[in-house]
Nanobody, 117 residues
Framework: QVQLVESGGGLVQPGGSLRLSCTTSGLTWTFSNYRMRWYCQAPGKDRELVADISTGGRTNYADSVKGRFTISRDNAKNTVYLQMNSLKPADTAVYYC?????????WGQGTQVTVSS
């Protein structure tokens, strides 16, 4: 059974930081073979791609988070991270981890991030 478990969300003041983690298990292929992504979904909005990291470590970011968020992966721990700095109220959303290999797509259950004073 494939599981992606996110953690690290919570309530933070504007300008603060959070580090999200997504630990995977049960994947058909070795974790290092999967492209990993973080998405966010705010209330009433569509799910949006926040950050992406390839199997080789190449990263891409949504314009709204460039320079503030950093995605990384630890293949030995089957885990992907999202370091979120200089958080804004507009970053408030549920953040989802996603694993991609060919047509296979796996999702975590999400972790809530709330940025508010």
């Amino acid at each position: 059974q494939v599981q992606l478990v996110e953690s690290g969300g919570g309530l933070v003041q504007p300008g603060g930081s959070l580090r999200l983690s997504c630990t995977t298990s049960g994947l058909t292929w070795t974790f290092s073979n999967y492209r990993m992504r973080w998405y966010c979904q705010a209330p009433g909005k569509d799910r949006e791609l926040v950050a992406d990291i390839s199997t080789g470590g190449r990263t891409n970011y949504a314009d709204s988070v460039k320079g503030r968020f950093t995605i990384s992966r630890d293949n030995a721990k089957n885990t992907v991270y999202l370091q979120m700095n200089s958080l804004k109220p507009a970053d408030t959303a549920v953040y989802y981890c996603n694993a991609v290999l060919g047509v296979a797509r796996y999702w975590g259950q999400g972790t809530q991030v709330t940025v508010s004073s």
